[in-house]
């Protein structure tokens, strides 16, 4: 089955800097990577998704790429802002039954 | 409907009690998910649904775990004669089968259950 790894597992940036999360998955059917942000005491919320047919996708101040030959994947977060400390997962669809399997998280804080 | 419900939000029981959870998930999605997350861990998947049909079952669900979506609208999960390593956050989930927005798997706030 799937397997999704997650680095950094914790991650401190002064505010306005860019934050970078990477994410490797080892089978390379997967053909769906989404990325949630879970605040303390809520459930993970989707933030910004790419499909294996895309290399880079961009929200405002968001943004993912996707290495499908090296079965890569990065979140990158540019001028951040103390609301973006929460914890971060990746994720990747096993295209059996549509499964999401989750990397271990990344906390993020941001310093004001 | 603004989102995934999810009740009890806390429950807290004593070892060998058991417990069910309720979800109910967005109007229109036939398809819901239930993932156990324990702290400082990513949500792990359980089960899943499509519709009332229960497709696939993790190893972690034991015999003493059951889910049911009876009328393929609300879910339950059901934890019997619970044991303290059951405390976790319980997340359900629920997607469309069709649409952009296909797969796309929406969450709850979860289910917090402490075993005594």
């Known amino acids: 089955g799937e397997n999704v790894e997650q680095h950094p597992s914790t991650l401190s940036v002064q505010e306005g800097d860019s934050a970078v999360i990477k994410c490797t998955y080892s089978?390379?059917?997967?053909?769906?990577f989404p990325w949630y942000k879970q605040e303390l005491g809520k459930g993970p919320q989707l933030i910004i998704d790419?499909?294996?047919?895309?290399g880079e996708k961009k929200d405002q101040r968001i943004a993912v790429t996707l290495n499908k030959t090296a079965k890569h994947f990065s979140l990158h977060i540019t001028e951040t802002q103390p609301e973006d400390s929460a914890v971060y997962f990746c994720?990747?669809?096993?295209?059996?039954?549509?499964?999401?399997?989750f990397g271990p998280g990344t906390s993020l804080s941001v310093i004001p | 409907d603004t989102g995934v419900s999810q009740n009890p939000r806390h429950k807290i029981t004593k070892r060998g009690q058991n417990v069910t959870f309720r979800c109910d998930p967005i109007?229109?999605?036939?398809?819901l998910y239930w993932y156990r997350q324990t702290l400082g861990q990513g949500p792990e998947f359980l089960t899943y649904?499509?519709?009332?049909?229960?497709?696939?079952k993790s190893r972690l669900l034991s015999d003493r775990f059951s889910a049911e979506r009876p009328k393929g609208s609300f879910s339950t999960l059901e934890i019997q004669r619970t044991e303290q390593g059951d405390s976790a956050m319980y997340l359900c989930?629920?997607?469309?089968?069709?649409?952009?927005?296909?797969?796309?798997?929406?969450f709850g706030a979860g289910t917090r259950l402490s075993v005594l």
């Open positions: 109007s229109e999605h036939n398809r």
């Open positions: 649904f499509q519709n009332e049909a229960q497709l696939e």
């Open positions: 994720a990747a669809r096993e295209t059996s039954y549509d499964k999401v399997i």
């Open positions: 790419i499909r294996s047919n895309v």
């Open positions: 089978d390379s059917a997967s053909n769906y």
């Open positions: 989930a629920s997607s469309p089968d069709r649409g952009y927005d296909k797969n796309i798997q929406y």
